[in-house]
């Protein structure tokens, strides 16, 4: 950066010497077409304004020299400079941030579809499954139902079937008693106990 200020003041220097040159040039040249002597007095002042012209210059490059004004200009430009590199800096970073965050809402939409595609889907196969389960358990309670309406039919046959038996029976009796004398019944007895002794 310093090599860059003293090339500027380099430059003013020779531009301000290059500027008088052609300036005092013009300035003879003009003095010389007019026939020499005429305008010397518009001459003598022409020529005093280059002066006062380089002169100026001249203070001008040293005044800046001495305050060190090139040196103030590099630094402000290089702060400038670095101030645009690290906005530079940052902007490129907000956009990376920036489309990392859009990345991520991408993602995070994506995600978030397959999660209600996810329950809805568990949702109806909680239902099917209710459904199934429903189903089953009337099954079983019908056919709990069949089994208890068949074996009641049974118990009440068979009831039927004893109390028949028993009416018979006691019917049975009435009659043979009715028409056994005591004879006949000694004799039924020993029958039925010889008809026993026989099984065992």
């Given at each position: 950066?310093?090599?860059?200020?003293?090339?500027?003041?380099?430059?003013?220097?020779?531009?301000?010497?290059?500027?008088?040159?052609?300036?005092?040039?013009?300035?003879?040249?003009?003095?010389?077409?007019?026939?020499?002597?005429?305008?010397?007095?518009?001459?003598?002042?022409?020529?005093?304004?280059?002066?006062?012209?380089?002169?100026?210059?001249?203070?001008?490059?040293?005044?800046?020299?001495?305050?060190?004004?090139?040196?103030?200009?590099?630094?402000?430009?290089?702060?400038?400079?670095?101030?645009?590199?690290?906005?530079?800096?940052?902007?490129?970073?907000?956009?990376?941030?920036?489309?990392?965050?859009?990345?991520?809402?991408?993602?995070?939409?994506?995600?978030?579809?397959?999660?209600?595609?996810?329950y809805k889907a568990e949702g109806?196969?909680?239902?099917?499954?209710?459904?199934?389960?429903?189903?089953?358990?009337?099954?079983?309670?019908?056919?709990?139902?069949?089994?208890?309406?068949?074996?009641?039919?049974?118990?009440?046959?068979?009831?039927?079937?004893?109390?028949?038996?028993?009416?018979?029976?006691?019917?049975?009796?009435?009659?043979?008693?009715?028409?056994?004398?005591?004879?006949?019944?000694?004799?039924?007895?020993?029958?039925?106990?010889?008809?026993?002794?026989?099984?065992?």
């Amino acid at each position: 950066m310093i090599h860059l200020g003293r090339t500027t003041k380099k430059r003013a220097l020779l531009l301000g010497c290059a500027l008088f040159c052609v300036l005092a040039t013009y300035g003879l040249a003009i003095a010389g077409g007019h026939g020499g002597g005429h305008d010397d007095a518009r001459t003598v002042d022409l020529i005093y304004r280059f002066i006062n012209f380089a002169l100026l210059v001249i203070i001008l490059v040293v005044v800046l020299k001495k305050t060190n004004a090139f040196g103030f200009l590099a630094k402000r430009r290089e702060e400038i400079r670095q101030e645009m590199e690290d906005l530079k800096r940052r902007k490129e970073a907000a956009e990376r941030r920036y489309k990392e965050l859009e990345q991520k809402f991408k993602e995070f939409e994506v995600q978030r579809a397959q999660i209600l595609e996810q329950y809805k889907a568990e949702g109806l196969a909680e239902k099917e499954k209710i459904i199934a389960e429903a189903k089953e358990r009337a099954r079983q309670i019908l056919a709990q139902a069949d089994r208890t309406i068949e074996r009641e039919i049974l118990e009440a046959g068979a009831r039927l079937k004893r109390q028949v038996v028993e009416a018979a029976a006691e019917r049975a009796r009435e009659i043979i008693s009715a028409k056994l004398d005591d004879n006949d019944q000694d004799n039924l007895i020993k029958d039925f106990i010889e008809r026993v002794e026989k099984l065992h």
